[in-house]
């Protein structure tokens, strides 16, 4: 069973732009965050971009803020990543997660809290 698919990924050069998407099937309705984390070849995952399902409120990291929009569509159940200002270290595969449940702000930067994650989409960068 499926519930979170991205899609997407692709190449695109330093400088340029790229939306990834994920699709959401699974709690919906018990849903409190929607978060985008990365990860590149070496390199431990890490956290992007986070989002409250209810109020849009949304969080960044310190190295993606001013160039990534996180957004979401509660009517499709989806979650977008708008990418601007592309740099190579921006290079990973981009997982979608999901909170089913209560998680504080505090908490929401690292993996262990989350209940369902996507397969992955390969961002490339070309400097």
């Known amino acids: 069973q499926v519930q979170l698919v991205e899609s997407g990924g692709g190449l695109v050069q330093a400088g340029g732009s790229l939306r990834v998407s994920c699709a959401d099937s699974?709690?919906?309705?018990?849903?409190?965050?929607m978060a985008w984390f990365r990860q590149a070849p070496g390199k431990e995952r890490e956290f992007v971009a986070a989002?409250?399902?209810?109020?849009?409120?949304?969080y960044y990291a310190d190295s993606v803020k001013d160039r990534f929009t996180i957004s979401r569509d509660r009517t499709k159940n989806a979650v977008y990543l708008q990418m601007n200002s592309l740099k190579f270290e921006d290079t990973a595969v981009y997982y979608c997660?999901?909170?089913?449940?209560?998680?504080?702000?505090?908490?929401?930067?690292?993996?262990?809290?989350?209940?369902?994650w996507g397969q992955g989409t390969q961002v490339t960068v070309s400097s």
């Open positions: 997660a999901a909170a089913r449940s209560y998680l504080p702000p505090q908490s929401i930067r690292i993996m262990a809290p989350y209940d369902d």
């Open positions: 699974g709690r919906t309705f018990s849903t409190y965050w």
């Open positions: 989002i409250r399902w209810s109020s849009g409120s949304t």
